[in-house]
Structure formats: structure tokens, C-alpha cells
């Protein structure tokens, strides 16, 4: 067992494999284009707007549709239920995303350069942390905007949570929510970093266990007959 363990923390100090070093450097293209693209869309339709309404989440803004003129008219709506306007300020909890967007580019690029086993797992860790506390905060601000309900509103409706993926009926609208390019770049990025650590580990115990089965096996020596005495 302790030299399984030796072995191991030996096997997370290898370099990375050459083109391991090149998919890491090839897996920031995604993750940089993602800055620039929405990651979310909230869309509402109702006999009064059968064009319907909707609003684009970015790592960094808010916008909504028709000129951002939509969304001027879903916190209008919201106000009338005692909801609270959907604006940068409400989402200023999110301001961190960008910047861990691009610590993970930059740590990306550290392991391609410079990086070891241990750091690629370390890599794949704090992408699994960003993406899942990220996801968690657009979840809870989604269900705390639709429970914090001002009381004193002119319009009375029960606290509910709006749809976080997939449609949903709320009162006459028909609601809508699904990730757009963004998300889907940075789950490639996310793909891209798992399927590079996998591999990793994967051959890494490969290696392992031939070069164990190889040490367990003596080196076998062939001698030639002894020529007859005379």
C-alpha cells in the first residue's frame, strides 16, 4: 500500500504529455469567445405579447430584446407583482464570473506551459468549482426573486420560482429558459479540461502497473551449455 501511494504521488509529479500541453493551450479559444456571447435566455410570451419578451444573461450584463426596450417592460410587469427588477445592480453578486472566466484561462495556459499531473488535476478541480458554484448562484437568484415578493403590490400572486430550464406556465405568460452560446462554449472548455485529465490518469496507471509488473519480474538468463571436459 505505501509504495501503491509512492507511486502515485511520483506519477502526479510526471509532465504532461505533449499534446495534452497543445488541447489545454486549444481549450481557452472556447472559454475566450464566451466573454462575448449570452450564456442565458429568459423568454415570456402572453395574448398581450405575442411577439413575446425576452432577456440575454451575460458574464457581464444584462440586455434584453427589441433595443433592451423588453426588458424595461419585464421589470415593469414585475413591479406590478412586487418582484424585483431584473438589472445589473440586483445581479451584482455575479460580478465575480468574469474574472474567474479568466483566472481559468490564465491557469489553463500555466499548466499547458509549465504544468505537472498534479496541476492539470488541480486545473480540473477549480473548473468543477467555478461552473458548480456558478450554476448554484443562477439558481438561487432565479428562486429568490420569485419568493422575495413585495407584499405591499398591487397584483397578488403566490411566491414561485421561475423556470431555471425548460418552459413553465406562470398566471397567462408562458415562460421559457435555456442556455445559450456561451454556456455551450464553456461546457467545450469544461469537455475539453476533463477529457485531457482522464486521459492523463487513465494512462498514467497504465504506465504504472506495466512498469510494477515489469519490476516483479525477474530478468531471466540464458547460458550456453558448458563444452565437455575432456
Same mark, same amino acid.
Given at each position: ?27 481557452? +479559444? ?5 466573454? @462575448? ?21 451575460? $458574464? &457581464?450584463?444584462?440586455? @434584453?430584446?427589441?433595443?433592451? &426596450? ?8 414585475? !413591479?406590478?407583482?412586487?418582484? !424585483? ?27 499547458? $506551459? *509549465? ?31 420569485? !419568493? ?37 462554449? *464553456? @461546457?467545450?472548455? +469544461? ?8 486521459? !492523463?490518469?487513465?494512462?498514467?496507471? *497504465? ?7 515489469? $519490476? ?15
Amino acid at each position: 500500500m505505501k509504495n501503491a501511494l509512492a507511486r502515485f504521488y511520483e506519477f502526479l509529479d510526471r509532465p504532461l504529455y505533449g499534446w495534452g500541453r497543445l488541447a489545454l493551450a486549444l481549450s481557452v +479559444i472556447p472559454i475566450v469567445l464566451a466573454l @462575448g456571447q449570452p450564456l442565458w435566455k429568459i423568454s415570456m410570451k402572453a395574448p398581450q405579447y405575442p411577439k413575446g419578451l425576452y432577456v440575454e444573461i451575460y $458574464a &457581464h450584463t444584462v440586455e @434584453g430584446g427589441n433595443d433592451n &426596450h423588453d426588458l424595461k417592460e419585464i421589470n415593469t410587469l414585475n !413591479h406590478y407583482i412586487g418582484m !424585483h427588477s431584473i438589472d445589473r445592480a440586483e445581479l451584482s453578486d455575479l460580478d465575480w464570473i468574469p474574472f474567474a472566466l479568466v483566472a481559468l484561462i490564465l491557469l489553463t495556459l500555466r499548466c499547458a $506551459a *509549465i504544468g505537472n499531473v498534479r496541476m492539470l488535476v488541480d486545473l480540473a478541480v477549480t473548473t468543477v468549482f467555478v461552473g458548480g458554484f456558478s450554476m448554484f448562484r443562477f439558481v438561487y437568484k432565479l428562486y429568490s426573486f420569485g !419568493h422575495n415578493l413585495d407584499p405591499t403590490a398591487p397584483i397578488k400572486v403566490e411566491p414561485f420560482t421561475p423556470a431555471i430550464f425548460g418552459e413553465k406556465q406562470i398566471a397567462n405568460f408562458s415562460t421559457s429558459s435555456y442556455p445559450q452560446g456561451g454556456t455551450v462554449l *464553456i @461546457g467545450v472548455f +469544461i469537455t475539453a479540461i476533463f477529457a485531457v485529465t482522464a486521459w !492523463h490518469l487513465i494512462k498514467g496507471r *497504465i504506465d504504472t502497473v506495466r512498469a510494477a509488473r515489469a $519490476a516483479a519480474t525477474p530478468d531471466v538468463v540464458t547460458q550456453s551449455p558448458l563444452p565437455p571436459t575432456a
